[in-house]
């Protein structure tokens, strides 16, 4: 028997943090089946015999997208199908447990929809563990690449490396892969404002709060998943009524005040509505709180209790940092400006930073 789960997923999906959570499904689904590999499932001859490209694919970047092109070109030459290969878990959880691993750009079911959306005909996952990780490159290109998949060939960047301690490089695997009649192609880096795109790069831009070069890169918009949850109700005394986030999925832009795209996940709405946002990332210094919040303020959604539910944030732009005003008075002028640049920035945004209608 062979392993194939179908994982719920989303435009702009949520990261389970357990297997219990995987199985959970969530409004408006759209079904995709992933291919689980782990250390005694037979795979389905679908997955056999592909193109494949093997990597963490945080973020489903620009330079992930070329792979997924150069994938899909040495799988038509070959007359064959493309499959992307990823980690679940990241290697490096299992090697240095002792680290603390920042959340990631894509949540694995969100990534799965991506490597789809952007070229790849399918996605394999390693159920990743020491029987994986403990392999040296030789082994792990005999056993895995020529034995389990029976690959017809590999695209991949140049900076690849693989095996136990990274003993494998792109010149090894060309190498081999030419001695064994596999297709073989190394994709060079995307190169944007000088320099190459990396998931790094993008968490740098990220955490800096700079929502255009996060877009840029990634070549799509940033989405994030969080679980409504009470909050002080300060919102809702000014009018400006808020949902704040829990549970949050993936790396989060630094404090400020955001314009984003966002949409209540509700269960009883099969057609959930996109609205403008102004989203307030940080403490309440006009109020006195030191608490650090998410706070999403959905423009036209009807107030209403909405405790529970999942809410899906597209970033757009910082508007402007976090800051205390001398009254509250003065805060409710800011956030109705504020609101009104969210709302100009929704209508005005560019179709490919956000892919919807």
Not at 36 to 60: H, M, N, W, Y
């Amino acid at each position: 028997m062979y392993v194939r789960t179908w994982v719920i997923c989303q435009l702009g999906i949520r990261s389970p943090k357990s297997a219990r959570d995987r199985d959970r499904s969530t409004v408006s689904t759209v079904s995709a089946a992933v291919i689980e590999v782990d250390q005694d499932s037979r795979l389905p001859e679908t997955a056999r015999g592909c193109v494949l490209s093997i990597g963490k694919f945080d973020g489903v970047h620009e330079g992930h997208q070329a792979l997924a092109r150069a994938a899909r070109e040495l799988a038509n030459r070959t007359s064959t199908r493309s499959l992307a290969v990823t980690f679940d878990p990241l290697p490096l959880a299992i090697l240095r447990p002792e680290i603390q691993l920042g959340p990631p750009l894509t949540p694995l079911d969100r990534k799965i929809l991506l490597l789809k959306q952007f070229g790849f005909d399918d996605v394999a996952v390693f159920r990743t563990g020491e029987w994986l990780l403990e392999l040296d490159a030789r082994p792990f290109f005999e056993r895995i690449v020529l034995e389990r998949f029976r690959a017809a060939g590999l695209a991949e960047g140049s900076d690849f490396s693989f095996g136990h301690n990274r003993s494998g490089d792109g010149k090894m695997l060309a190498n081999w892969c030419a001695a064994e009649g596999l297709a073989y192609t190394e994709v060079p880096p995307v190169i944007s404002g000088g320099l190459a795109v990396t998931s790094s790069r993008i968490r740098k831009a990220l955490e800096s709060g700079d929502i255009e070069t996060v877009t840029e890169l990634l070549g799509h918009g940033l989405t994030t998943r969080g679980r409504v949850v009470r909050g002080a109700g300060r919102g809702r005394s000014i009018s400006v009524p808020t949902a704040n986030l829990a549970e949050i999925d993936t790396l989060l832009p630094c404090p400020g005040v955001y314009a984003a795209a966002a949409r209540l996940l509700d269960p009883e709405n099969s057609t959930p509505v996109w609205r403008a946002a102004a989203v307030n990332i940080g403490t309440q210094p006009t109020f006195g709180s030191e608490i650090p919040r998410v706070e999403v303020h959905l423009v036209g959604e009807p107030d209403r209790d909405t405790y529970g539910i999942e809410v899906e944030v597209v970033w757009l732009r910082r508007v402007r940092e976090t800051r205390k005003f001398d009254s509250v008075t003065a805060l409710i002028s800011q956030i109705a400006y504020d609101i009104e640049r969210c709302v100009d920035l929704y209508e005005s945004r560019e179709p490919a930073a956000v892919p919807f209608g």
